[in-house]
């Protein structure tokens, strides 16, 4: 499990450094990352991976997150919108 990034630095140590992370209280430094150059790029790395994108929208046609069909058994990246 890692946090996914698109960003426009060029190392995951720039990247870091200018994330912001508001609240994280430091935990933010014990998480894996991982940085992409475009949204497209991390999406297809995504499902390379097997996994299943997810976007996670307040829309009023959305499933609930409470509802069981809105986590899958295979692994999932949720993407805010």
Do not use: Y
């Not at 991390?42 to 997810?54: D, M, N, Y």
Request: proline share 6%; aromatic share 6%.
């Amino acid at each position: 499990k890692e946090v996914l990034v698109v960003s426009a630095e060029r190392t995951a140590r720039r990247m870091r450094k200018n994330l912001r992370t508001f609240g994280a209280h430091g935990s933010d430094k014990r998480v894996p990352m991982r940085a992409f150059a475009s949204l497209a790029q991390l999406i297809a790395w995504v499902k390379s991976q097997g996994c299943r994108v997810v976007g996670v929208e307040i829309d009023d046609s959305a499933v609930s997150c409470f509802s069981p069909e809105a986590w899958p058994v295979r692994p999932t990246c949720l993407l805010p919108g």
